[in-house]
């Protein structure tokens, strides 16, 4: 799989976006994704798939460190306690102690994030590196 790489970070070119998808036929088409070479997952905790998507990874046994797994949190969940809780909560769904790349879903230039520019990491996204 090709990469695209930026600012010391290695992104697979091609990744499977899961919106809308549900339950076993989410499962299966990350299955045949990764099967088939994808290395990056695209979700979000509002889509109600990382279960199943966690369910695929696991069943895949493609190493992790060869995945890229983004997911997102709910604009509603960025006070501090929240982002950990939803952090939390997509680690257990997914299966994984980190993802790749978090993002805050529908971000809006009036919200008022709980960090600032100084204390952004280059981590993979963990607990605690929520904060």
């Known amino acids: 799989m090709e990469h695209l790489k930026t600012q010391g970070i290695a992104l ?5 976006g899961t919106f809308r ?3 076993d036929a989410c499962r299966a088409a990350v ?6 070479g994808y290395r990056h997952i695209d979700t979000a905790e ?10 695929a990874i696991a069943a895949s046994r493609v190493p992790r460190g060869d995945l890229h797994v983004t997911t997102k949190v709910w604009h509603e969940n960025l006070a501090p306690e929240a982002i950990r809780r939803a952090c939390d909560a997509s680690l257990k769904k997914l299966r994984l ?5 978090y993002l805050v879903h529908w971000p809006s230039r009036s919200m008022k994030l709980p960090w600032s520019r100084r204390s ?6 963990t607990r605690s590196n929520i904060m």
């Open 97 to 101: 102690n980190h993802v790749d790349l």
């Open 12 to 16: 697979p070119r091609l990744g499977l």
């Open 46 to 55: 509002m889509y109600g798939n990382e279960e199943a998507i966690g369910a």
């Open 31 to 36: 299955e045949s994704a990764l099967g088939l």
């Open 21 to 23: 998808m549900q339950g």
């Open 120 to 125: 952004r990491r280059r981590s993979p996204a």
